[in-house]
């Protein structure tokens, strides 16, 4: 049976598959969950190449995907939610690949549109 929050595991994998690991790949993963974070795990296991940063706002939740998946090259941080979120931390670089994921609070999707307008121009991939 496939998990119903896993839809996105399919592209994820096409994108990852289709980057020269030969150079350095940057991804930015906004929101960490199993879904995600096992497949970004196996993956930089097999490309020493591949760097991830994530950022999660669930701090509970963020220790657990810490504690299971965190590796080198794989990097883990702590927010105090997605609504005050300083995008400058991560405007530094154009990013590989832009996951966002992050769970929705009572502002619906607008967090999620928030992520998307404030990193649009530094993904060259972004999967919502």
């Known amino acids: ?4 929050y896993y839809t ?10 289709s980057f020269d690991y030969t150079r350095p790949v940057h991804c930015l993963e906004l929101g960490t969950g199993d879904g995600s974070a096992l497949i970004f795990n196996q993956y930089i296991k097999n490309n020493k190449n591949l760097f991830v940063t994530a ?8 220790e657990k995907t810490q504690n299971k ?10 927010i105090e ?30 967090e999620r549109i928030n992520s998307v307008e404030n990193l649009k121009n530094h993904g060259k991939y972004i999967i919502v």
Request: no cysteine; net charge positive.
């Open 1 to 4: 049976m496939k998990h119903p």
């Open 55 to 62: 950022y999660e706002d669930n701090h509970k939740w963020l």
């Open 81 to 110: 939610n997605w609504s005050t979120f300083n995008y400058d931390l991560v405007k530094d670089k154009v990013y590989d690949l832009i996951f966002v994921d992050h769970m929705v609070s009572d502002k619906k999707w607008q």
């Open 8 to 17: 996105h595991r399919k592209y994820l994998k096409q994108i990852l598959d």
């Open 69 to 78: 998946y965190e590796i080198p090259n794989y990097s883990f941080n702590k």
